[in-house]
Every structure is written in C-alpha cells, then in structure tokens.
C-alpha cells in the first residue's frame, strides 16, 4: 500500500463497494421473503443469476484481454450502478412485485462476474511481482471485510431504518468504489490480442496445458464443495446450539473473522516460495478444521443438554465458532498461495480469461457444496458433512499433490503454469 497508491486507492474503494454488494444481497433477501413467505422466492435471488453469471465469466475473461482493462472495469461497474439505483427505487416507490428486483438483482451479479474478471487482472499490474503475496492476502482481508461488515450492517439497518435508506446506503459505498476505478492508470494487456471464439478457445487451450494451474483451481473447488457448512447452520442454531437466528449470524461470520485474522497476519507468506506445497498444507489444514466441527456437533449432539430459543448453549456457540475461525483461516492461508500461483504463472494477455473460467468454480462450486451438506443432513445427521468433507479435503489435497509432483515442488521464484 505504501509503494503503490493506485493499489491502495483500488483496495479501499473495493471494500467499500463490496461490503455494499452485501449489505444488498442479504437485505434483499430478507425483503424477498417478507414480500412473499417463500424460501423459494428468496433461492431466485440467487438462482436466475448463476447461468448469466457463468456466460459473462467466460465472456468477460476474453474482453478483459482484449481491451483496456481500466475502461472495461469503468464500463461494467457503470453498468452495474443501475442495480442499486434501481433497487432503492423499488424500495422508496413500495413496490412489491418480485420480478424488478430479480432484473436488478440478476444485472448485478451477471456484471460483477465481469468485475471480478477485470479487478483479478489489475492487480498484478499494480505491483512487483514479489508484492503479490501480500496483495492475495489483501483480497482475503477484503473478502472476510466484506463477509463479515456487510450482513452485519445489512441486519441493522434494516432493522432500524428500512429497506430503502438500506440500499441507498448501498448507492453512496458504490460511488466510492467507483472512485478507486477512476483513479487508475490505463492498463492496456501485454502482449497480442485476441478477440472473439477465438479468444475463449485459447483461455481453454492454455489451462488445458497448464498442470499447476488447474491443480490450484481443483483444490478451490474441492474447499468449495465439500467444506461449506452454511446450509446445516439454521439446523445447527435451532437442533444443537439453540438461540435462533442470532446464534446462525454468529456461526456465519465466525468464518469471516478467520478470514480476517489470517489475514492480518499473513506477512510472512511473502518469504514462502514453495506455493504449491504451502497450498497443500493449508488446504490439509482447512479440512483438518471441517472435520473438527464436525466431530464437534457430534458430541454436542449426543450430549444431554436443554436448549431453546431462548437459553442457548454458549460453550456449544464459542467453540463451534473457534472451529469455524479456524476453517477460515486455514482456507485464507491456502487462497494467498492459489492466487499468487494463478496471477504469477500466468501471462498478462491471459488473466482475464483465466479468472474467467475459475468463475465457474467460483459461482457452481458454492452451489454444490450447500447441496451436498444439505442432502447429507437431510436425515437430521448434521456432523456427518461437515466431518466427511472435511476428511475429503484433506486426503484430496494429499492425493493431488502426489500425483502432480511440479504442483508440489512450484517455485515462486520461477513460476510454471
């Protein structure tokens, strides 16, 4: 932050602009289902937007490549002005058909897959190689900001002044992201461009050929499908801890402050060089910290306690949330390596579209992960997904590290995609 203003600018605005992207997904969640009583209206939310999202993350990725990057993010993120605007119109005009606030919603995510694609780019162009370490940590930091502030100040607001001031709100911290897009330099690709099928084709045809890569991205996806726990956490607060929707908050940002901390003390990161081991073991890690809240809801779910609503059980809720922070920050630590990898390794003219086909990770690997522990503890076995797919990281991380030995030994100091 010190050597590159334009980093700095470009990290603080981020905050601000994402912590208001959250604060508009989880209120517009709970307005959703107050307008209709329906968890199925409020899973459209999200649900219209995966198939758009996808299409631009592979789109966006060839644009990002083949145009002024800064200007590409000033043309997406003004075209995604237009959802917050027009959801807090919707909200100061009463509106209470559904249908306008799934437009807006599905407009902001579609173009934030394109957003996404053009900030990962940027960012290497930003600082020194070495740096990029420190910035991967910045981006968890910002991410565990976001995740943590943005519902949190989403809940309050609501509660205290309403839909529409809430996403007003949301309109003024997207002009300060917008701030920090103006204020960068012109960051023209390196290297030939390509435009078209063409370009698409070609951002498979290197991943197709790029083993530590697609090791880095695997291993996100794995963390993704079989380590989330937040589908199980309103049946964690109601059947094994009690207290309600407090204590599901509480569990839910638990994560998030993992985020936080391993980020804020990730300085040491800069001197590993062996990426691809230090991701394994933090991804081993992440999963040794699944299983542990499993095996933990196991015996607070065997154990003979009375709980409510009301009377909670608060040595359940602290350690459940220390496992949780754990999870978080092991996941962080094995995300700074992954990304360093991918922004390090892989050539300027091809970032955009790199990030692009991880957006399908990105956007599906969540989805499936909330299927996977939600069918597996459909039987009221709660412990079992988490303390499974814990134990599946784990030996997935091992298992792909033996049989890809360049992933293993990656050099950072001469990195091979």
Known sequence: MRTSPAYL???TSGVAGGIGVQLTAVAIGIQVYELSGST???????GLALAPMVVMGVIGGAIVDAFDRRRVLIVASAISFVAPVGIAALAWA???QLWPYYVFTTLSSTMGALVGAARFAIHPRLVPREQLPAVAALSGLSAGLQAAVGP??????????????TYSIDVLLFLIGFWGI???PVIVPEGRSETGLTAIVSGFRFLRHAGNLRTAIWLQLVTFVFGRSYAILPAVGALVVGGGATVVGLLTAAGAVGVILSGLFSGRAGGVRRHGA????????MGAAVALFGALLWGFDAADRSISEARPDVLALVVLCAALVLVGAADNVAGIFRTTMMQSATPDALRGRLQGINTLVLTAGPRAGDVYAGLLAAGGILWFPPLLGGLLIAALAL???RLRPG???YDAMEPVP
């Open 9 to 11: 600018r470009f990290w």
């Open 40 to 46: 199925a209206a409020v899973a459209l939310v999200g």
């Open 94 to 96: 009463e509106v209470t």
């Open 152 to 165: 949190a100040l989403a809940g309050i607001l609501v509660a205290t002044v309403g839909f529409a001031w």
């Open 182 to 184: 103006l204020s960068l």
């Open 278 to 285: 230090a991701a394994t073991a933090g991804t081993v890690a």
């Open 399 to 401: 298992l792909a590290a």
């Open 407 to 409: 992933f293993r030994d």
